[in-house]
Nanobody, 122 residues
Framework: QVQLVESGGGLVQAGDSLRLSCAASGRTFGHYAMGWFRQAPGKEREFVSAISRSGGSTYYADSGKGRFTISRDNAKNTVYLQMNSLKSEDTAIYYC???????????????WGQGTQVTVSS
């Protein structure tokens, strides 16, 4: 069974940075694409970023382009999301997810973590 555990969330001020981590276990991590999603209060969950199995391809929602950077360390079974210049609208629970099969990066994920809260005060 796959387990994904996020960490690194917290309360920061607008303009600050955070790095989220997601540690995976239960599968050969490097065989699967990984993604980050977020859900703000009263809103649907939305795609934030994704990274291919090797890390050679990365994808971002428009909201994070130029501010967020996704990366992975397959030796550590961990995916990261570096978030810079945070805004109040980035406040949400952030989830990592693992995608085992299928095309596309914004849907079709098979396993999800429990999430980590990010709160950005203005």
């Amino acid at each position: 069974q796959v387990q994904l555990v996020e960490s690194g969330g917290g309360l920061v001020q607008a303009g600050d940075s955070l790095r989220l981590s997601c540690a995976a276990s239960g599968r050969t991590f490097g065989h699967y694409a990984m993604g980050w999603f977020r859900q703000a209060p009263g809103k649907e969950r939305e795609f934030v970023s994704a990274i291919s199995r090797s890390g050679g391809s990365t994808y971002y929602a428009d909201s994070g382009k130029g501010r967020f950077t996704i990366s992975r360390d397959n030796a550590k079974n961990t995916v990261y999301l570096q978030m810079n210049s945070l805004k109040s609208e980035d406040t949400a629970i952030y989830y990592c997810a693992m995608k085992m099969t299928g095309a596309g990066v914004e849907s079709g994920y098979d396993f999800w973590g429990q999430g980590t809260q990010v709160t950005v005060s203005s």
